[in-house]
């Protein structure tokens, strides 16, 4: 059974940094691209960045380029996403999904992250 | 970005309806196109991708179509445990983009 459980959640100030994690089991965590992608209280999905299997290859919408880093350790069968510079619209549930292309097969049950002062 | 165009924003039927829900490509996305249900207080799950293709475990009364840029999402007889919010996203290009959601209620 594949799953996937987001962790490193929490409220955090403006212009601070938060690392989330999201441990992998189930599947051979190598083979498959991982996804984060987060909903705003209320609001609707929104992806956020994506890696290949390797780790090769990293892609991320506009809004967090610069700030947010996705990086995978294949050995630990986990993902994370370094989150710097955090600003209040940043707040949101953050799930961790698995997939072919941007496909998300398998979601996470998601953590929540505030930005708030 | 590819825009994504979801209606109707909210839907009420009753229980063994046909239902239907739209989605609308701002350009040309060919098959790559997934729907997503999520469940009050649980994490969204894919339901169908390719635009026609069901995921593991989806019951054969939901079904994906498309007509040039617009894709449905139908459920043939709509059953208590389909009350949710579904999402389309497309899956062409860089961002994914979803549509805004359908919330669906029972009547």
């Known amino acids: 059974e594949v799953q996937l459980v987001e962790s490193g959640g929490g409220l955090v100030q403006p212009g601070r940094s938060l690392k989330l994690s999201c441990a992998a089991s189930?599947?051979?965590?190598?083979?498959?691209?991982m996804h984060w992608i987060r909903q705003a209280p209320t609001k609707g999905l929104e992806w956020v960045a994506s890696i290949s299997p390797s780790g090769g290859s990293t892609y991320y919408r506009d809004s967090v380029k610069g700030r947010f880093t996705i990086s995978r350790d294949n050995a630990k069968s986990t993902l994370y996403l370094q989150m710097d510079s955090l600003r209040s619209e940043d707040t949101a549930t953050y799930y961790c999904a698995t997939g072919g292309r941007y496909y998300f097969d398998y979601w996470g049950q998601g953590v929540m992250v505030t930005v708030s002062s | 970005d590819i825009q994504m165009t979801q209606s109707p924003a909210s839907l009420s039927a009753s229980l063994e309806e046909i239902v239907t829900i739209t989605c609308q490509a701002s350009q040309n996305i060919g098959n790559w196109l997934a729907w997503y249900q999520q469940k009050p207080g649980k994490s969204p799950q894919l339901l169908i991708y390719g635009t026609t293709s069901l995921a593991d475990g989806v019951p054969s009364r939901f079904s994906g179509s498309r007509s040039g840029t617009q894709y449905s999402l139908k459920i043939s007889r709509l059953q208590v445990e389909d009350i949710g919010i579904y999402y389309c996203?497309?899956?062409?290009?860089?961002?994914?983009?979803f549509g805004g959601g359908t919330k669906l209620e029972l009547k």
């Open positions: 189930g599947f051979t965590f190598s083979n498959y691209g």
């Open positions: 996203q497309q899956a062409s290009s860089t961002p994914p983009t």
